[in-house]
């Protein structure tokens, strides 16, 4: 699932074969695998499902000396519940997370983004920890993570550091990870009592990657809203969250007339851009749509539980 | 570099020497003679090369050949044993969901994964499940005709009818 | 021959038909088994990494420019590369255009559009033909380009085609009565210009094509194809052999739509090139995103349209312009353009009538056929009028169509008469009727509120077989073996459709009395008779009349042969179940294998061709006016659709066809198409687009950025109505089917949004940007 190629690569590739040669390696321990990445890191590219990278690989728009496998990593493939916070594995697939009651009833925003993401071989293959590296604006786990506050766990030889989300992205297809790291896994805090959340993607057809899509985490107490998180993707280099739109919102009665006017701040914090997916007018108009969408239907599951 | 790898391939044991940068579907199609799975889109969009890698559905086209090493591998080739069709090829050729034919090996194995996983689907899941597997022939109508006439056969037990080739 | 196997004799013969014993069913397609256990085998299928070259095409990047120059040298350094070839290689002619000569099979002099091909690389191995395609280098001078067709049709400075000396390829005309009359008799006029888009198949299987050099300069080509008598003329032109030196297989095909007929010679030429000049088995397989950068598409055209019509809803006049974006090279756009101009009416009666069509090149991939071929935009326009009438007569648009479809005895556009198998009007009741219509479209007319239903009906004509009185024919050669069994030789090929694995096999099996699994066929073929292309849903309508012949001449000589070893007339036997009796006393009778043994012993030939010449009048270029097709086939269809107007996405929920498509030989088959013609043609309308940048190239050439609908997207698609119109000269009175259910899905998904939005839709696609905007400028209209 890469983005539009240049006509003058067309040359250069043919889908049926990776024109790439490398050294190969497939730990089976994560420090087995950062030992390679502190030797390799900067010519490196980590293979987990392999959906993305391998694209790219056959297209040559990457072109790794080395490719560590840590398909065969067993430690970073896990979902656990420790009361107050779920830690997902890096290489939990995509397949996992919608079959996790977990994720389902904690984090709906999330399963949401699991529903409409790929199809089934692709979530049989495709990680989380994948899907957030390789740091498309379009990635359709990043705008639950983010309005769920979840933070990234992140290891070298070093040692680790933790990092919330929404300080992962750089740009397309740029994190701030060091050449030497590794995402080791996420972890999400239980959303608070009497909260809710939701994600919405437009999109061309139901395998399309998004036009655009949104999350919201909500909160809503006397009528109020106490507490708001909304995140925007393919609206901008990296998926965003939106503080100004947020600001508006708290403290102001949960009002479908008061939504819809406060969420139309969200157009002044994205930016979006024309593609072969969609425009940036109709990426702007429609951003205010999907968080009013999204806010409604994130309340309607706070007052369920 | 080669690298020798060594897997079970519909129930058989297979040892070749592979490239790294060597794709399962093209091991499969060149080397080991299964063309049932296809190049479509090359890119993971369309499912047409799709095998089961230790039983779940995975696509050929974006897995590396060494990465199913110690592990076990079914193409559409592996599904009929002893010509013995499975329910799904069975309805498939029953309900008229093969046109072209070149997505039908794709969809046979995803069907047929799903019926395990979920005897009972409804036309909805059905149709979720097999949603990254495009067929430009059919309208998809009696491919989950199929799918629904399989899972009836199956729940009825008569799972393994002898059709002669 | 005798006088008894005049095929004339025999069709009316086999016409009167009333009771059948496998027409008419949903028999199960020969091929079902080998697919479902992914057996069948395709054309890459056969490829044997080393043993054979692959082929790696090198394509222009330039929109239009002067080859100056093609540097090889670093190239031909990679190893296991056999050679690099231009133009300046091929030993025939560098001469591939179907309806003018306007087309080389690689770029001579200079590019035209980006994606053309260049050069070709072939190596031992597939990735070193990969690695030297990226070093040939091509020096290019860019020339100034025109991708617009309406400035390309008034720029003189900027050509295309320099020695055409405009950019116009191909004028078309349709001229009836006096337009001015009619719009002086029309009490109500509507005037609108519409826009559709360009459409790729998306066949599963991309083109692909293996040549095998045989001694004594002959080959043999596995090629993916729609006709493989003309694979084998564009392959022989290419490398100067004569025909009868190349022998042509198309084996199963991963799906074709119209385009594997225009590019599928193109990729045997190539391939068979490269096995020419090297010696060497050749084989070349697109990728997709050369297949979606280089093989024509289904075209996009802008159509002017005014239409006139009195109080009473009577159409009294059209006048139609038809802009065909046809790209750098005019391939088959000359024959879509007619296509387009003879259908624009619409099927209905149309006193007064001024269309002309013109086909424009521009520096962009070239247009082509595509299942429909020039009719899904034009009865899109047609539709759009008729709706657009509706409301300003304030007539329900079902009502509005009925009062105006042709029937038996009408006069077309172009003065024809059809006397019979007219059963359009028919069909339109009935599907008013089961699609519950008029309750539904007063409940949607009136519909507000965010989520808004609507519904529409697209009613469609298509002309079968080849326009304007173009010579078409069938031909087949039926064998019964000594053992009993019948073997069916056709050039019909199998892409998906079925034709030859179902529809050929039960009129081979119902006209010979032999139980249908003795009947194989041989499809796609060089060694059959020439039966002319599996395209314009002729398959079975056309092709099919072969074998639909020959078996009738072979029934004849059967049952002579039966009544004289059973002691009576010819007329008296009947060959069923396995047996040849007397109808009066079916206990004197010989058993099917024994009757094939007295032939064979007693000098009856067992072999029987079936070639048809269809009667056909002329078309008078001048006048406008005259004979276009030998019948029509006849589709409608209503669709409902949901559109979210707060952003613009419309879901298609169900869709009704109906056909007027004559006999309907397997339900089933039919049905297929019908249900997979109307998903494709929901996806353009939907979903699918090209995105070009300013040079004209193609942004989005691969399956992640242009996307065709999934079994999630898909709507439901009910039971098709049909009304069996019998057509004298289709076996057992079939017409076409193949492309019919695409025809008026644009059309009817369109008028379905507008009835939902209360605005009449004139450009396509419809994606959520389109419909958002339709949506605001009608707010916009209304403050």
């Not at chain 1, 749509?289 to 239907?297: M, T, Y």
């Not at chain 3, 359009?424 to 808004?452: H, M, P, Q, T």
Request: proline fraction near 5%; charge should be neutral.
């Amino acid at each position: 699932m890469v983005e539009a190629v240049k006509l003058s690569r067309h040359n250069l590739f043919n889908t049926h074969i990776i024109p790439v040669n490398f050294k190969y390696f497939a730990p089976k321990t994560l420090n087995e695998a950062l030992e390679l990445l502190d030797k390799y890191g900067k010519e490196a590219k980590i293979l987990a499902g392999g959906t993305d990278l391998l694209v790219k690989m056959k297209m040559r728009l990457v072109e790794p000396k080395y490719i560590i496998n840590i398909k065969g990593i067993r430690e970073l493939n896990f979902i656990k519940d420790e009361g107050n916070q779920v830690r997902i594995g890096a290489l939990t697939r995509w397949r996992q997370l919608e079959k996790s009651e977990l994720i389902k009833n904690f984090f709906p925003s999330l399963y949401d983004a699991v529903k409409v993401m790929g199809g089934t071989q692709i979530r049989n293959m495709a990680t989380v920890g994948g899907n957030l590296c390789n740091a498309s604006p379009a990635a359709d786990s990043a705008p639950p993570l983010m309005v769920l506050n979840a933070k990234l766990v992140l290891a070298s030889k070093k040692g680790e550091r933790e990092i919330p989300i929404t300080q992962f992205f750089k740009g397309p297809g740029k994190t701030v990870m060091e050449p030497d790291e590794l995402l080791k896994e996420i972890t999400i805090p239980k959303p608070e009592e009497g909260s809710g959340s939701a994600f919405i993607k437009v999109a061309r057809t139901s395998m399309d990657l998004a036009k655009i899509s949104a999350a919201t985490a909500l909160k809503v107490e006397d009528r109020k809203i106490v507490m708001v998180r909304i995140a925007i993707g393919s609206a901008a280099p990296t998926p965003v969250r939106t503080p100004k739109t947020e600001e508006a919102l708290i403290g102001q009665p949960f009002r479908p007339s008061i939504i819809r006017e406060k969420v139309k701040l969200v157009v002044n914090e994205i930016s979006p851009i024309d593609d072969v997916r969609s425009t940036a007018f109709y990426r702007k108009e429609v951003s205010k749509i999907i968080v009013e969408d999204a806010l409604l239907i994130s309340y309607e599951r706070a007052s369920r539980r | 570099m080669k690298i020798p790898i060594h897997f079970i391939l519909n129930g058989e044991e297979v040892s070749v020497e592979v490239e790294p940068n060597e794709l399962l579907l093209n091991l499969l199609r060149e080397k080991l003679g299964l063309t049932g799975p296809k190049y479509v889109c090359g890119i993971g969009e369309c499912g047409a090369c799709t095998v089961l890698l230790d039983g779940e559905p995975v696509l050929s086209c974006l897995t590396l050949a060494v990465d199913v090493d110690g592990h076990e591998v079914t193409t559409i080739e592996g599904l009929a044993k002893d010509n013995e069709l499975t329910a799904v090829q069975k309805a498939f050729i029953e309900e008229a969901a093969v046109q072209c034919g070149y997505c039908t090996p794709g969809f046979i194995i995803m069907i047929d994964k799903l019926l395990k996983e979920n005897p009972n689907p409804t036309e909805e899941e059905i149709r979720e499940y097999i949603r990254g597997n495009l067929c430009r022939c059919t309208g998809y109508v009696n491919i989950v005709k199929a799918a629904l006439k399989a899972a009836e056969e199956l729940r009825k037990n008569t799972s393994l009818i002898k059709i002669k080739k | 021959m005798s006088s008894s196997e005049d095929p004339y004799a025999l069709m009316e013969k086999w016409l009167k038909a009333k009771e059948f014993l496998v027409v008419g069913k949903g028999v199960r397609r020969a091929d079902a088994l080998e697919k479902a256990m992914g057996q069948a085998r395709f054309v890459e299928d056969f490829y044997m990494p080393g043993h054979m070259l692959f082929i790696k095409q090198v394509l222009s990047t330039e929109p239009h420019a002067r080859i100056l120059g093609i540097d090889a040298s670093k190239a031909l350094e990679v190893p296991s590369v056999e050679g690099v070839f231009t133009a300046k290689d091929i030993p025939g002619e560098n001469q591939v255009g179907y309806a003018l000569p306007d087309q080389p099979l690689i770029a001579e002099g200079k590019v035209r559009f980006a994606g053309e091909l260049v050069a070709l690389v072939a190596a031992k191995d597939f990735d070193k033909a990969i690695e030297a395609a990226e070093k040939v280098k091509i020096m290019y001078d860019p020339l100034p380009y025109v991708l617009d067709p309406l400035e390309a049709m008034e720029r003189k400075d900027i050509l295309v085609h320099g020695e055409v000396g405009s950019n116009i390829a191909f004028r078309t005309k349709v001229r009836k009565g006096d337009i001015e009359e009619g719009f002086s008799k029309s009490d109500v006029i509507v005037e609108n210009e519409y826009r559709t888009h360009h459409q790729d198949h998306v066949y599963l299987e991309t083109e692909g094509a293996l040549a095998l050099p045989e001694l004594g300069d002959r080959l043999t080509v596995i090629s993916a194809g729609q006709y493989p008598h003309l694979v084998r003329a564009i392959v022989a032109r290419v490398v100067g052999l004569p025909e009868s030196n190349i022998k042509v297989i198309i084996p199963y095909m991963g799906g074709g739509f119209g385009g594997k007929d225009d590019e599928g010679p193109l990729v045997a030429a190539k391939a068979a090139l490269i096995a020419k000049l090297t010696g060497k088995p050749s084989f070349l397989m697109y990728t997709r995103d050369e297949s979606m950068l280089m093989h024509p598409k289904r075209e996009a055209t802008i159509i002017k349209y005014k239409s006139g019509a009195s109080r009473d809803g009577k159409l009294q006049a059209i006048e139609v312009k038809i802009i065909h974006d046809t790209g750098a090279y005019s391939n088959r756009g000359p024959f879509i353009l007619w296509r387009a101009t003879v259908h624009a009416s619409g099927p209905y009666r149309v006193p007064h009538a001024k269309v002309d069509g013109y086909c424009i090149y521009t520096n962009k991939v070239y247009q082509g056929s595509y299942r429909g071929f020039g009719n899904p935009s034009v009865q899109f326009a047609a539709e759009a009028q008729m709706d657009s009438l509706a409301r300003k007569l304030g007539i329900d648009p079902v009502e509005l169509r009925l009062k105006n479809l042709l029937r038996p005895g009408d006069l077309t556009i172009t003065g024809q008469q059809l006397n019979e198998s007219v059963g359009v009007a028919d069909a339109v009741a009935k599907l008013a009727k089961v699609s519950e219509w008029s309750s539904k479209i007063k409940a949607y007319s009136s519909s507000n509120g965010r989520y808004r239903r609507g519904i529409g009906i697209g009613v469609a004509w298509h002309g079968i077989s080849t326009s304007r009185g173009v010579p078409d024919w069938s031909n087949a050669l039926v064998k019964i073996e000594k053992d009993g069994s019948v073997s069916v030789h056709t050039g019909i090929v199998e892409m998906g459709q079925g034709s030859p694995v179902s529809s050929h096999r039960q009129i081979a099996s119902e006209i010979l009395g032999a139980p249908l699994d003795v009947v194989t066929v041989d499809f796609g073929t060089t060694d059959a008779p020439d039966t002319g292309a599996t395209h314009a849903s002729r398959g079975t309508s056309i092709g099919a009349i072969g074998v639909y012949v020959a078996a009738a001449k072979l029934r004849e000589r059967l049952n002579k042969l039966a009544s004289e070893l059973l002691g009576t007339s010819p007329d008296e036997i009947e060959i069923k179940d396995g047996k040849a009796y007397l109808r009066s006393n079916p206990e004197k009778y010989i058993s099917w294998k024994e009757l094939i043994k007295e032939a064979y012993s007693r000098g009856v030939e067992m072999s029987a061709t079936g070639y048809f010449f269809l009667p056909k009048g002329k078309f008078n270029d001048e006048a406008g006016q005259g004979y276009a097709y030998p019948a029509f086939s006849y589709v409608a269809m209503v669709a409902e659709v949901e559109v979210d107007t707060y952003t613009g996405k419309v879901r298609v929920l169900r869709i009704w066809p109906a056909l007027a498509a004559g006999r309907i030989i397997n339900p089933t088959q039919v049905e297929g198409q019908v249900e997979g013609a109307a998903v494709q043609g929901m996806g353009y309308v939907l979903m699918e687009q090209f995105v070009f940048d300013n040079k004209g190239r193609i942004l989005n050439p691969n399956l992640t950025d242009y996307v065709v609908p999934t079994a999630l997207d898909a709507p439901e698609i009910m039971r098709p109505v049909y009304v069996e119109d019998i057509f004298k000269y289709g076996p057992f009175g079939a017409k076409g089917v193949g492309e019919m259910a695409l025809i008026p899905a644009p059309a009817a998904i369109a008028n379905a949004v507008s009835n939902a939005l209360g605005v009449q839709v004139t450009k396509l696609p419809l994606t959520p940007e389109n419909v958002y905007f339709l949506i605001k400028e009608k707010m916009g209209k209304k403050a």
